[in-house]
């Protein structure tokens, strides 16, 4: 099977900034994917750990599918510096009618644990000239358990403002916790 390369909901595949770029998820980064959302599945909706087949399986079965539709219910990229992915993410939940999506990102754990508002903010500069100039969209929001308080600090600098706190959201350890929600419009 030849994975896809492009988006067929997008003019433009590749934003970038310096030696950084997000450009359409690549089949060949699954398995270190796999690992960072294992190495951080405690912050992320993903109730058990990832397998090999597991992950192969997504990329096959749903992920493939995300390039050919006009209106896909999310678009995912690999996040690159200087060519090698380092993280991923991209809009979910996209709501075509409403023109607004979730964004999500997760980082090498290494990575995060040195650099992580860095790279925060410099992926969100390049989700927005996805969300806002490419797709027009209204709105993106990032919706996190309450578990990293640095990353609220990270996306309050990006321009993000606190929009709503869901008070014990979703259970977690065996407590429930909060979700909050920060959001950006396009000016």
Known sequence: MKFPSQ????????????????????????IAIMHWRNEQIFHLRQDKPLTELSQESYFKGTVAKLFEPKKPNQILFS?????????YGGLVHINWID????????????????????????YLKLIEQLAFEELQFH?????????????????EKGGFTKEAVLKEHCFYDNIFIDVVIHSKIRK
Not at 7 to 27: A, D, H, S, V
């Open 7 to 30: 988006y067929n909901c997008l003019t433009r595949n590749m934003f970038e900034i310096g030696n950084y770029k997000i450009i359409p998820i690549r089949y060949e980064d699954r």
């Open 79 to 87: 996040y690159l510096q200087n060519g090698k992915c380092i993280g």
């Open 99 to 122: 023109k607004n999506a979730e964004i999500s990102f997760v980082l090498n754990t290494e990575v995060e644990k040195k650099q992580f508002e860095y790279h925060w903010l410099n």
């Open 139 to 155: 709105k993106v929001f990032v919706y996190a358990f309450d578990l990293r308080p640095h990353l609220y600090q990270a996306i």
